[in-house]
């Protein structure tokens, strides 16, 4: 994606500084745009904790690299203590944030690799930087191959339009930003604009960090697409009013029989467009799949995140960042940073290998190698 006409990825390694990794510090986004330099697996591991990068796919990139950075700073003494070390630096990264799979599957993959790849400590350290630029190449390809299956229902959409504008509605940020290129949700948006096709975004604000009105709002701005800011309560109005053709989120962590768990506010939107018969569809890659868990409801770990999340709110002022106390000062709050729609509500699942049904055979049909 472009920043001011220049190409960016969400993470990368230094050019000049082949022990650097590089990322889009998003906790300034979008006033400021800031890079940020990660030396050690503490950084990473403070990077994805306190949201410097968020998002699915961008998490489990950062954690790849991660292992990276702690493979040229394990000891040297023995082949047992070096794995030993990366195992325990792996287990710190997976404890930063337990909803998003893409962390897990990103540092088994990597630990596998480095495991599988001999005796020699030098050609471990290769195999993870090999596998730590694979998974983020994956995830940018991935994406854009997601925004190709997904670009026919806008196509169809606009079609019946006459040309009109298809009106989507995202929630949260499952953009350019949460992922290494491209987005998710975003891609099809992204391929039907660059199309020619007519595209209009509704802008969920997404409380409490209002990823929608920061960062999805900044990256359809610089990409030229045509979208509008909207409180959270705002969605279910518009579909009543024929103003949403489509509703596309992104998800954390999506089990094989086809629940969602994604932002906070997500089940409230799938029910509205449910009620409304709008389409309601999940863009995801194959690694956001848990292949283990059957019920979203009950076996997806739900992340509580600090609640002077919900109590403060941060803006620009006198062109300063400010942040402001919203709520009385001792009135308690809660903070669940996700929710789960369950499959009978998601009209379908946009994938790297094509669209399908949320449900255990139509996620299989894809992906017919992980049947047990």
């Known amino acids: 994606m472009n920043v001011d006409g220049k190409h960016y990825r969400t993470i990368w390694l230094d050019p000049n500084d082949a022990a650097t990794i590089q990322i889009i510090d998003q906790r300034h986004l979008p006033h400021a745009f800031v890079i940020e330099d990660l030396r050690t697996v503490d950084d990473v591991a403070r990077a994805i904790k306190e949201m410097h990068v968020r998002g699915a796919g961008l998490i489990g990139a950062t954690a790849g690299y991660g292992l990276y950075l702690a493979a040229l700073k394990a000891p040297r003494s023995s082949g047992e203590a070096f794995m030993a070390a990366l195992k325990a630096d792996g287990e710190k990264l997976k404890a930063t944030r337990p909803t998003a799979v893409n962390l897990e599957w990103a540092v088994n993959r990597q630990i596998e690799a480095i495991a599988a790849a001999g005796p020699d400590l030098e050609q471990k350290i290769q195999a993870a930087f090999d596998t730590a630029q694979a998974i983020a190449d994956e995830d940018a390809d991935f994406c854009r191959r997601i925004g190709e299956h997904g670009l026919p229902l806008l196509s169809e959409i606009s079609a019946r339009k006459n040309g009109e504008p298809v009106n989507v509605l995202t929630h949260c940020n499952a953009g350019w930003l949460a992922f290494v290129d491209y987005g998710t949700a975003t891609a099809p948006i992204y391929a039907a604009h660059d199309r020619g096709i007519a595209v209009h975004v509704w802008v969920d604000e997404t409380r409490p960090r209002n990823q929608g009105a920061r960062l999805t709002a900044w990256e359809l701005g610089q990409h030229g697409v045509p979208h509008t800011v909207i409180a959270d309560n705002v969605g279910g109005h518009l579909m009543q009013h024929g103003l949403v053709d489509l509703v596309i989120t992104g998800t954390d962590r999506t089990t094989y029989t086809g629940d969602v768990a994604n932002k906070i506010g997500t089940y409230l939107k799938a029910l509205a467009a449910h009620d409304n018969g709008v389409p309601f569809y999940v863009g995801l890659p194959s690694s956001t799949f848990d292949w283990t868990m059957r019920d979203g409801l009950r076996e997806i770990p739900i992340e509580q995140r600090g609640n ?19 709520t009385p000062a001792n009135s308690p709050a809660a903070n669940y940073a996700f929710d789960v729609t369950p499959a009978r509500l998601v009209t379908g699942l946009i994938t790297e290998r094509g669209l399908c049904a949320a449900s255990e055979e139509g996620v299989l049909g894809l992906f017919p190698e992980k049947r047990r």
């Open 308 to 326: 002077e999340e919900v109590k403060y709110s941060e803006g620009l002022h006198a062109g300063e960042i400010k942040e402001v106390l919203l």
